[in-house]
């Protein structure tokens, strides 16, 4: 604990950092992070992918195996959860059902020593920030989930953390309220120029709120990229999995260039674009957008397949349709919903091809 | 439709009647003779009915007629050949004292001879049939509604002129036994909490499988009976037994130092304190197994200590289970009688060991009723003044 403050330093790092409860599971597994000052910085995985460990390791509610974490430059592990000035924002809230809404908020402030003249001001400026006016006392059972919700982030923020932890904030609340609140968490983080570290399993809640991204899998982080990066520029077949929709065809390497690859599959060969240096002979998988591929004439795409229509599906903006092709019979694509489509139908013969910059071979994971 | 419905409440209705029945016949009347014997005690004017009725008309200050006297002897020969006597006559010394013996010896006086003067044999009998307030004791024993055994519960009495005085100090034991068995209760009450919260604490938060074995310890006293278990607590607390014997072993104590844990208070708070214990944990578990974890988390990571999480956040959420433990375990304990009786030796005697002593030593039901009596009605009232600071609505038992 002899290190002081290093400003130019990431507001949060991880350094190798292990985790295991039992000496054997890994549940984080040589974790690398920074966390720049003021970023939105998500934690996205499946449940049981260690993302939510990561949270309470930087919490101080766990302690890691091996590795380090610093806090603005200075390492944190036998610093206890009070002392790290961390607002945290719990998976079910964690209003204390006992208070009312103003002593909730009152609390940190009150066990900071801050004097009662001055905390009423700051709850009363916080609960309009979540536009929460003048509910300082009513009691938490009393709310509804959504307002709840804005206490609870009111209660992270109103002893002025610059580090924000939510864990899963939105998670039980329902679709319309989830992205209105969103909304909101962003503005306010970026009002204030909060760093927020943020735990989440959907990956559009990610997609829409976050500086970067983390995608954690088995306690290993697969990628971490901003959000169109993750979207676009995939590094990981689970990663391209995960994020969105994608097809994923399986195949061996036949040949391999700079930015070109072409893949044997069961359907044929299909030219791709790799991210890494992939040898013949080896196992890959192609992801591709549903959106990338489309009805063609004849020699528009790189890749061309003539294709039977098994399933069309009208979903108001875009028709849904599922074929088979290279040996996937469940390969989804999706068209806009412009004039010009209407005049296939299901069981009709139909070409269909995609770009080798939409078609991305990834190290095959299964 | 609606008839139907109402069928079938009925018929709902109707399964519950044998428990009905039963609790009627073995619990509620039972109880209640119980009850009405403290004010109810139609024994003595059962039996001296025609004296009685000449006394309703005396002016209690000078002595009776001879007509009374003469009345009063003949229903004393008669009871005597009934050889109902000697009930009639301790009824009558439990109000005043020494009548027993007086209506015995002059009954034998009397058992034969006519006399002229009923008086005057009565009065060479025994002297106190020439006082006036002999034949007044006489007369309130006849009443049939008496509140005379509340009286004596309450270390009351009346005095010559029928006014309710106190008893003097050293005649009081009733109120001094119930103001010990408050404290007592109390005092097991505050221990079972101490002892009991972290207890329940640890349950509510143990893996499940560890909280099982847990809930299971603290149950398994229940699987022996109440009896072994305070024989046991003799065993392990007596001079010769098992703590004093370790206590000297490792030489804390030496031989002749050996502390009286048994038959005396000590060895009541000790015995019903684990007795009762699983009566705090089980609510108190309850309610802490409703208490998110998570709330500890968010005070301390809203920067408190734990301490203040704890005082501020996590106790006031556990009251209603503090609220039902302390009341289970201070009832339980208030009435307790068979720990107290094995274990408390003279010194640490309950109100209810009294009330048993009533009923089956010196026979004296009334005043037992009206001491269990009062019982009831002090725990109704504890109820009450905790009904109104905590709230029993709030309470949860499991």
Redesign the interface.
């Known amino acids: 604990m002899t290190s002081t403050v290093k400003k130019d330093e990431a507001h949060v790092v991880f350094r190798g950092v292990d985790k295991t409860y039992d000496g054997k599971t890994m549940v984080v597994r040589d974790l690398d992070l920074h966390v720049e000052r003021g970023e939105f910085f998500t934690l996205l995985g499946p449940s049981g992918s260690g993302k939510t460990t990561c949270l309470m390791m930087l919490a101080g509610f766990e302690a890691s195996t091996s590795g380090e974490i610093t806090i603005d430059g200075r390492p944190v592990h036998n610093l206890p959860p009070r002392k790290r000035g961390i607002g945290m924002v719990f998976q079910n809230y964690a209003l204390f059902p006992n208070m009312t809404v103003g002593q909730n908020l009152s609390f940190p402030l009150e066990v900071r020593g801050i004097p009662a003249s001055d905390r009423a001001e700051r709850v009363r400026r916080t609960l309009a920030m979540v536009r929460l006016e003048g509910m300082e006392n009513r009691r938490p059972g009393e709310l509804s989930g959504g307002q709840q919700q804005r206490v609870a982030i009111a209660r992270a923020l109103v002893f002025e953390p610059s580090l924000v932890l939510m864990d899963e904030p939105l998670g039980a609340l329902d679709r319309r309220l989830r992205e209105e609140l969103q909304f909101e968490i962003r503005n306010i983080q970026q009002e204030l120029g909060l760093t927020v570290v943020y735990v989440t399993h959907d990956q559009q809640e990610a997609m829409a709120m976050s500086t970067r991204v983390a995608v954690f899998h088995r306690g290993q982080v697969q990628q971490i990229a901003t959000p169109e990066v993750l979207y676009e520029e995939p590094e990981r077949e689970f990663v391209a999995r995960f994020i969105g929709d994608n097809n994923i065809l399986r195949g061996h390497v036949l040949s391999a260039d700079e930015g070109q690859c072409i893949v044997d599959t069961p359907g044929g060969e299909v030219k791709a674009f790799p991210v890494y240096r992939c040898r013949p002979g080896e196992k890959v998988a192609l992801a591709i957008r549903p959106e990338r591929v489309g009805l063609a004439q004849p020699r528009t795409y790189s890749n061309e397949f003539e294709v039977d229509l098994r399933d069309i599906l009208f979903v108001g903006d875009h028709l849904r349709m599922r074929v088979k092709v290279c040996g996937n019979s469940n390969f989804i694509i999706k068209l806009p919903n412009i004039a010009g489509h209407g005049a296939v139908l299901k069981g009709d013969r139909v070409r269909i091809g995609w770009g080798i910059m939409d078609c991305r071979a990834l190290p095959d994971e299964e | 439709m609606a008839q139907s419905l109402r069928g079938a409440r009925i018929r709902a209705a109707a399964l519950t009647l044998p428990l009905v029945i039963f609790i009627t016949v073995t619990f509620f009347v039972p109880l209640g003779s119980m009850l009405t014997r403290s004010f109810h005690s139609p024994q003595v004017a059962d039996a001296l009915p025609r004296t009685l009725a000449l006394l309703e008309d005396w002016d209690g200050q000078s002595g009776p007629q001879e007509e009374t006297f003469r009345t009063l002897g003949e229903e004393f020969r008669s009871l005597a050949k009934q050889r109902k006597l000697g009930g009639v006559a301790t009824r009558i010394n439990r109000l005043e004292s020494g009548m027993r013996s007086t209506i015995l010896k002059t009954a034998r006086k009397l058992r034969r001879d006519q006399p002229e003067s009923w008086r005057e044999a009565m009065v060479a009998a025994d002297e106190a049939w020439g006082e006036a307030g002999t034949w007044r004791a006489l007369r309130r024993a006849g009443e049939r509604f008496t509140l005379q055994h509340y009286l004596n519960a309450l270390d009351l009495d009346r005095d010559d002129a029928g006014r309710i005085v106190t008893q003097p100090p050293e005649r009081r034991i009733y109120l001094p036994l119930l103001w010990r068995t408050l404290v007592v209760s109390l005092a097991i009450t505050v221990i079972c909490l101490v002892l009991g919260y972290p207890v329940a604490y640890l349950i509510a938060n143990s893996s499940p499988a560890r909280s099982n074995l847990l809930l299971l310890l603290v149950l398994l006293p229940f699987w022996t009976s109440l009896l072994v278990r305070t024989t046991s607590w003799i065993v392990l607390l007596q001079n010769q037994g098992v703590v004093n014997d370790l206590l000297v072993a490792i030489g804390i104590l030496g031989d002749d130092g050996r502390i009286a844990m048994v038959y005396n208070m000590t060895g009541t708070l000790i015995a019903m304190t684990q007795i009762l214990l699983p009566f705090m944990i089980l609510p108190l578990f309850a309610v802490m197994r409703t208490v998110?974890p998570?709330?500890l988390?968010?005070?301390?990571?809203?920067?408190?200590?734990f301490r203040?999480g704890f005082l501020?956040?996590y106790w006031?959420?556990t009251l209603p289970g503090v609220a039902a433990g302390s009341l289970l375990v201070f009832i339980l304990s208030i009435g307790y009688y068979i720990t107290p009786a094995l274990v408390g030796g003279r010194t640490g005697q309950l109100i209810s060991n009294m009330i048993a002593y009533h009923m089956q030593q010196s026979l004296n039901w009334g005043l037992a009723a009206a001491l269990g009596v009062i019982l009831l009605a002090t725990v109704g009232l504890f109820y009450f003044v905790y009904d109104r600071l905590v709230g029993i609505e709030g309470m949860r038992f499991s």
Do not use: E, K
């Open positions: 998110s998570q709330h988390r968010a005070a301390s990571s809203l920067g408190a200590t203040q501020r956040v006031p959420q």
